[in-house]
């Protein structure tokens, strides 16, 4: 929905900032939310924001997001107090005039603003290791950080994310009504993925088994939802706070697999070119366990590689399920874009697969310290 300079003004007007607009464009990648870019003038200091529509067909209760968002963020600040860097180690609200940390508009939509993160910036597609040791390793920060959070457990934004098993029913819902004549397009995929359906529901038997711990994790820890820095290429800020909720580690891991570990973007569609490449593997091993290595049990150790699988498997199928309901969901580009998704995954979930052994192996190696 486009912005215009009037509306971009009245918005920025209703929280705690100050100097004048200098200028207002549509930034970022995200598939859900709406977000903007503003520079003002502060006098004669040109400061940078980011402003965010919260989807609010997405998140039900964005009042209840924006309480998980406070809490962590004010939490990180605590944790990186004295640090050098802190500022941008963490994202920093803009209050709104009110007080409150989001603003509701006149169509009952909530907006928030937080700091522009100087000096670094996000990548769609990962290019070198070091680039996916700093982002698992910024990631793992991040549940570390999180595992001393005071308080309630977090609000669910979004029950049943990680799900995969009520992902795939979900799909096999979507099937059944194929509102929009699609399911014919797409028998493979949809065989494929219904063909995977027993071993959906491993990590959460291991959870319900009493063998893997809740922690409060990020969820959506795509490599372009990390800031990396554009000197030393370190994991700065971690953002994209939405989906911070109760989880399993497996799930942040494991889209740092599904989205750091292929050469390709997301949405590539010479499939030829999708696969796992084992140093990108084995950097996120790295960067990870670095950080979370001290406070992982060997239980979610071992499940590692699985979470590559499960995670790229079942955002697969959200973006299948997506297409065969018409695309009302994520964002999309041109026709097909979220079957094109589809493929791109699954083809990344049969290269795994291919070479689990290989990544059981890392993981070992990395443990024991023999390679
Ligand atoms: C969405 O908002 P964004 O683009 O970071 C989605 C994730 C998916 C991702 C796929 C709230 O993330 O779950 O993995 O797209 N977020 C939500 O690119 O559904
Ligand atoms: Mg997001």
Known sequence: VAV?????????????????IVSFAPFGSGHINDTFASVCDQAGTKVRYVHQRVNSGVFKRPDELMENV?????????KHAGEPGASRSHLTLVPAKDGRPYLIDDEGEYWRTYLFVEGAKTHNVV????????????????QRDLSDMPGDRPHETIPGFHDSPERLQALESAVDRDAHNRAAQAREEIDFA????????????????GRLPERVTHNDTKINNVMLDDITG???????????MPGLVHYDFGDLVRTSTSPTAE????????????????ALVRGYMREAGGFLTDCEIDE???????????IGVRFLTDFLSGDLYFKT?????????????????????????EMDRVLECHNTGHY
């Not at 219904?194 to 088994?209: I, T, V």
């Open 194 to 209: 219904l063909s995977r359906k027993a071993e959906s529901r491993y990590l959460l038997d291991l959870k319900a088994d």
């Open 267 to 282: 949405d590539e569609t010479d499939l030829s070119k999708v696969g796992m490449r084992l140093p990108m593997f084995e």
């Open 234 to 244: 370190r994991g700065v800020c971690v953002i994209d706070l939405d989906t911070v």
């Open 70 to 78: 406070e809490r962590v963020t004010a939490h990180q600040r605590i």
């Open 304 to 314: 590692l590689p699985f979470a590559g699988v499960l995670m790229t498997l079942t």
């Open 127 to 142: 290019t070198s290791v070091s680039q996916a040791e700093e982002a698992a390793a910024a990631f793992a920060r991040f």
């Open 333 to 357: 580009a041109r026709p097909d874009h979220n079957l094109d998704r589809c493929r791109t995954q699954f083809a990344l979930v049969r290269s795994i697969e291919q070479q689990r052994e």
């Open 4 to 20: 215009d300079r009037h509306r971009a003004e009245w918005i920025l007007d209703q929280f705690q900032l100050y100097g004048r």
